[in-house]
């Protein structure tokens, strides 16, 4: 007969509990209920191994950013002996040769995202630039030069150019050009959506030499018919069928007439390396980076949508209305992500520092960037959000390149501190304290961040 009696769940994380309820998680973490104090506050700082200065300030609900994501590799132990399990595992260290230490999210494609720290350079150089992958890599070639492009369908006169005749036929551009990965932020959703669980280090600002694509669609003479691009490269799919795209975007023909949108051969001065898309990329900034198509060998032009590989459905696609977190959705209503939302990150000092005894102030400082658009400010703040002090935001180099920002902001005394900071685009758009717009495959997250700092 059989038993009635019901199996006891599995334990569940610290983070876990703070996705589904938060406000239980912390009467069962620190027996806080409302305002942080008394032996809740004792339990929470022995967990963090500081004092939280700013205490009365935490929003009820919020688990500190140093157990939510621990900055060791090793995970750190629930407090207070309680049942739920070990905090999240810090990241798993990715480590080729030509890069810095990346945070390794998946192997089967590559994908690997940069620590925000390591992005502390106004030009991002390539030891620090994020990979994604979406099929195979292709095997390296050994004349660049030769390699062809294939520009057909809704034009005059369709072209195969090589490299070198892009290079010597058409003028050549050097810009510094945002990438950001679509996912970018994924991590922060919540219930948690499909796809690499992306922090906040899915960018770059690498500076880009090759030409312009309008130049060579000129060349090629669009139709009247040319609404739309398919772009296709020569990275195998992950399956190895020969009759399948690894990823196969298009884009409106607007964006691909605007003067950033460029075919690249170059990235910071040198060739571009093999794993970011040699020897040609097709670069289209201030869009998801799957528009920048890796190994570029055909651009297709069309007369109505692209309906290749990653296209249509809920792919690359976000709600026109709210909708239910966690729901089903087959993306009907939904509409192409295009221009990226705003965004800041911290380059200035990594998660889970760890700064003198006495340290009164920080100099914070990092880059921000809006798409499309331009950011118009940034604010940061260690007191939970009570109080923000806003930055000073450069311009960008040329448009569509990221913009670095700096300031200072005071400390009341050692212990445990978290800077959150937020950028606000030209357009007054806010990033939001929680990953707004909650969609299948969890695109266009752009939360306000946070770094935990320990003084002392």
Known sequence: MASNKRANPPDRSLQELYRDDPERADALAW??????????????????????????????????????????AQGTAAPGGTSQGAAAPGPQVFRMPGKNDLILLGDRPLVAETPEHQLDEPVTSAKNFF??????????????????????GEVNTPLSLKVGELRSRFPNVTLQLQMECGGNGRGAYAPQTRGNQ????????????????????????????????????????????????????????????????ILAFRMNGEAIPHIHGAPLRLITPGWPGSFSQKWLTRIWIRNQVHDGAG?????????????????????????????????????????????????????????????????RAVH???????????????????????????????????GYFEVWYRATDSEGRMQPHAAANWNPQGYSANAINRAAILVG
Request: charged share 20%; aromatic share 6%; glycine share 10%.
């Open 131 to 152: 990979i994604r992958n979406n099929g195979q890599m292709p095997e390296p070639v050994t004349d660049p030069d030769s390699w062809t492009l294939t520009i057909d």
């Open 31 to 72: 027996g806080r209920r409302g305002a942080l104090k008394g032996s809740a506050l004792a339990t929470m700082g022995a967990a963090l191994g500081a004092s939280i200065p700013f205490a009365a300030r935490m929003p009820a609900g919020t688990l500190p950013e140093l157990l939510a994501r621990p900055a060791a």
């Open 380 to 414: 940061a703040s260690v007191d939970f959000g009570a109080t923000w002090t806003e930055m000073q935001v450069a311009a960008p180099a040329n448009r569509h390149a990221w913009q670095r920002w700096q300031g200072r902001i005071a400390l009341p005394s050692d």
């Open 198 to 261: 992306w922090g906040n280090g899915a960018i770059s600002n690498a500076e880009w030499t090759g030409v312009r694509l309008r130049d060579v669609l000129n060349a090629a003479g669009l139709k009247p018919s040319a609404i739309y691009t398919g772009h296709f490269g020569a990275d195998p799919h992950l399956s190895g069928a020969t009759d399948r795209q690894a990823i196969n975007r298009g884009m409106r023909i607007a964006k691909a007439m605007d003067e950033d949108t």
């Open 311 to 375: 296209m249509g459905g809920t792919s690359y696609r976000v709600p026109v209305k709210p909708i239910v977190p966690g729901s089903n959705n087959n993306g009907a209503d939904f509409a192409e992500l295009e221009s990226m939302p705003v965004r800041a990150i911290l380059s200035s000092h990594a998660h889970g520092s760890r700064l003198p005894a006495g340290t009164r102030s920080l100099d914070l400082r990092g880059a921000a960037w809006a798409g499309d658009l331009t950011a």
